[in-house]
C-alpha cells in the first residue's frame, strides 16, 4: 500500500429516511468497529436534510462524513443553495463537487465546478472533485482529453490548497450500470490524473485518487490493488450495510 491512507466514501444520493438510515449507520458502526481509521478512511455523505442525523450516529466512531454538493456561491440570495461556511459550521470534512449527475442534470460546467472547489477550500473542507468520460467519448478515444479539461479547469485551485484534495475517477459509463472499469482501465485514467496533476503543480502525497463506478464487494480488492487507486467513490454499495463493510475491509 503506498503512502496514502486510502479513502472509501459513500455517496447516498438522493436515498434514504431517518428510520432507514439509523439501521444504516447502526450495523455500519458494528460492521467497522474494527477497522483502524490510520489504515483506511471511511467517509458518508448523505443528502443534506441529514447531515445532523449522521454526525451524531458517527460521533466517536472512527468515521467520517461529508456532503454531495455546495453553492458555488459564498453568500447571498441564492435560494435553496447551501454555502460551504455553512456545512463548516456542522463541522463538515468533506463534500463531491463536479459529480457527473450535477455536470449533465444541472448543467455545471467545469467553471462552477472549480468555483465550488474554491468555495471548499477557502472553509476548510476536502473537496472530493469527481471527473470522468461518457461512453461515447471512450469508444472516440477522447478520455485523456476530457480528463485533461477537467482537471486544467480545477488544477490551479488544488495547487494552491492548503489542504489535502480528493479527485475521484468516475467514468460516466460505470455509474449505476453493473459495468465498471477494469482494474486495469482505472489504473490507466488515474495514473493519467495523477501525472496531469503533477504537471500542474499538485504534489504527488496532496491528492488521492479514487475510483468510482459499479464498485460491488467482489470486484473491489482488484482495483484498489492498483498502485495508483486510492479508494473508492461507492453509489449504489454504500446503502447496504454489509457489502459497504466489506468494500471498506478490503483495503485493510
Known sequence: MNARIPLVAGNWKMHGVVASNAALLEGLRTSLATLDPAQVEVLLCPPFPYLQQVADALRASGLAWGAQDVSDQSVGAYTGEVSAQMLADFGCRYAIVGHSERRSFHSETDTVVANK?????????????????????RHAHLTDAVLAHQI????????????????????????????????????????????????????PQAVRL????SVTALNARAIFAQPDVDGGLIGGASRLAADFAQICMSLS
Open 117 to 137: 472547489v474554491q468555495r471548499l477550500v477557502d472553509a476548510g473542507i476536502r473537496p472530493i472533485v469527481c471527473v470522468g468520460e461518457s461512453l461515447a467519448q
Open 152 to 203: 486544467d479547469a480545477v488544477v490551479g485551485v488544488l495547487a494552491r490548497s492548503p489542504i489535502p484534495v480528493v479527485v475521484a475517477y468516475e467514468p460516466v459509463w460505470a455509474i449505476g450500470t453493473g459495468h465498471g472499469a477494469t482494474p486495469e482501465m482505472a489504473q490507466a485514467a488515474h495514473a493519467f490524473i495523477r501525472a496531469r496533476l503533477a504537471a500542474g503543480g499538485v504534489a
Open 210 to 213: 479514487i475510483y468510482g463506478g
